[in-house]
C-alpha cells in the first residue's frame, strides 16, 4: 500500500518508493519531478551511480545518448561507462565493450516475435530461413550492462553491479560466438544506446563475415542515441532484414520523468525518424513499440496517447503491450491485471493501429 505525498491518497497501484500517484503526476508536474527525482537518487546511490546527468561547466561532453552528459574531472557520466580523466573520456570504445550474451533458441521470446523474421518467418526466403518459425535456428543475444534511464521497475537491474567492473569483451569475443545457425543478433540491455559504437562495429564486421547468409541485426532500445548513430543502426537493420524495437514507456513526459528518470523526447523524435524508413521495407517490419503496462502509472489514456501518436506515422506499425512483473524499487507493485490490459489495447484500437499484440499473457492476473 503506497502514499503519495502530494495529495495523500493510499493505494496498492502507488509506489512506496516513487511516494506519487498518476493523478498528481499529470496535475502537478512540477511538484512530481521534484520528488521523483529524490527517488531516482536514492535508487543510484548503491551502485555509485551519478544521482542525474552531470553538467559540469568545465566538463567534458559525451553526445552518445540523450543526457548528453558534462562529465567533471575525475567523474563518469549517467550511464556509469565513461570517465574524465586528466581531460580525456575513458571507457568503452568500438573495440570493446561491458557486455555478456548467450544463444538464444528461435523462435524466443522477443518483443517482436509475432511478426518478426525469425518468429513468423517473414521476408522469407530474402531474410528468413524458413516460412515459419525457425526452428533449429538461434538469435546471439546481446546484452550491454549500462543503460541512460534509470528505470525505477527495471526487470534487467542486475546489470548496476557490473558497471564498474574492469571486465571487458572485445568484437572478436563476441564475434566467435556466431554460429551457422545464427541467424540474427539482438542488441539489448540496459540498452545498446550507449555502446552503439562497438554494436555497430561488431555488426559491420559479423555481416561481412557471414558472406551473403542471413544474418538479422536488431535492436531493443529506449530510443535515446544520437540521431547520428540511430540512422546507422536503422541502415543494418534495413539491409539485414532486422527490426529497431522502440520502447515507448509513457507518452506524457512528467511520468516519463518520474519513471525513467530521463526524458522521453528523444525517443519520440527518433521514433519518427525511424518510421520514415518503413516503406523502404514492408517486410518484415522494420520498426517496432511496445510499453510496459506499470499497474497505477500505465493506463489506456496514457496508452490512447502513445498509440495516437504511433498511427500518425504509420498505422501499419506493429505495437506490443507488455505484462508487467513488479521488480527492483517497484517490487511493491502488483502485476498487470487483465483487464487494463485489454482495456490498453482497446484504447490502443481505437487510434487506428492495425497490428496490436499483448505480451507476456502469462503475467496477467
Not at 520523468?257 to 523524435?269: D, H, M, P, Q
Not at 517496432?288 to 499497474?295: F, M
Not at 524499487?329 to 484504447?347: I, Q
Request: aromatic share 10%; net charge positive; with cysteine.
Amino acid at each position: 500500500m503506497g502514499l503519495c505525498s502530494i495529495c495523500k491518497t493510499k493505494s496498492p497501484y502507488i509506489s512506496n518508493h516513487l511516494n506519487v500517484c498518476l493523478d498528481c503526476i499529470r496535475r502537478k508536474p512540477s511538484e512530481s519531478v521534484r520528488i521523483a527525482s529524490e527517488a531516482h537518487k536514492k535508487s543510484r546511490t548503491p551502485y555509485n551511480l551519478p544521482p542525474e546527468p552531470p553538467k559540469a561547466d568545465k566538463g567534458i561532453q559525451c553526445k552518445i545518448c540523450v543526457n548528453e552528459c558534462k562529465i567533471p574531472e575525475k567523474g563518469y557520466g549517467y550511464c556509469g561507462l565513461r570517465k574524465n580523466e586528466g581531460g580525456k573520456l575513458l571507457g568503452p570504445t568500438f573495440k570493446e565493450g561491458k557486455l555478456s550474451w548467450y544463444l538464444d533458441p528461435l523462435p524466443t521470446n522477443c518483443v517482436a516475435d509475432w511478426v518478426c523474421a525469425g518468429g513468423t518467418g517473414s521476408g522469407y526466403p530474402d531474410f528468413a530461413y524458413k516460412m515459419g518459425p525457425e526452428y533449429g535456428y538461434y538469435n546471439l543475444a546481446v546484452f550491454f550492462h549500462a543503460c541512460s534511464f534509470n528505470c525505477l521497475y527495471c526487470q534487467n537491474w542486475h546489470f548496476k553491479e557490473e558497471t564498474f567492473s574492469k571486465d571487458t569483451k572485445t568484437v572478436k569475443d563476441l564475434l566467435s560466438s556466431i554460429t551457422p545457425s545464427v541467424s540474427c543478433i539482438c542488441y539489448f540491455g540496459g540498452d545498446p544506446s550507449v555502446q552503439v559504437l562497438f554494436a555497430l562495429h561488431a555488426s559491420k564486421i559479423a555481416l561481412k563475415e557471414k558472406k551473403g547468409k542471413i544474418l538479422r541485426i536488431c535492436w531493443e532500445t529506449n530510443g535515446t542515441v544520437h540521431r547520428a548513430y540511430l540512422k546507422k543502426m536503422i541502415e543494418l537493420s534495413l539491409y539485414s532484414g532486422g527490426c529497431i524495437k522502440f520502447d515507448i514507456k509513457a507518452y506524457d513526459e512528467t511520468l516519463h520523468i518520474a519513471l525513467t528518470g530521463v526524458s522521453n523526447r528523444r525517443t519520440l523524435e527518433n521514433f519518427e525518424i525511424a518510421s520514415k524508413y518503413i516503406l523502404l521495407r514492408p517486410s518484415p517490419p522494420l520498426l517496432i513499440a511496445s510499453t510496459l503496462l506499470v499497474p497505477g502509472y500505465i493506463d489506456p489514456e496514457e496508452v490512447r496517447k502513445i498509440a495516437k501518436f504511433i498511427a500518425s506515422l504509420n498505422p501499419n506499425i506493429p505495437y506490443r503491450l507488455l505484462a508487467f512483473y513488479p521488480n527492483f524499487y517497484m517490487s511493491d507493485m502488483p502485476v498487470t491485471p487483465k483487464k487494463l490490459a485489454f482495456d490498453c489495447y482497446n484504447a490502443a484500437l481505437e487510434t487506428g493501429l492495425k497490428n496490436i499484440s499483448i505480451g507476456n499473457i502469462h503475467l496477467l492476473r
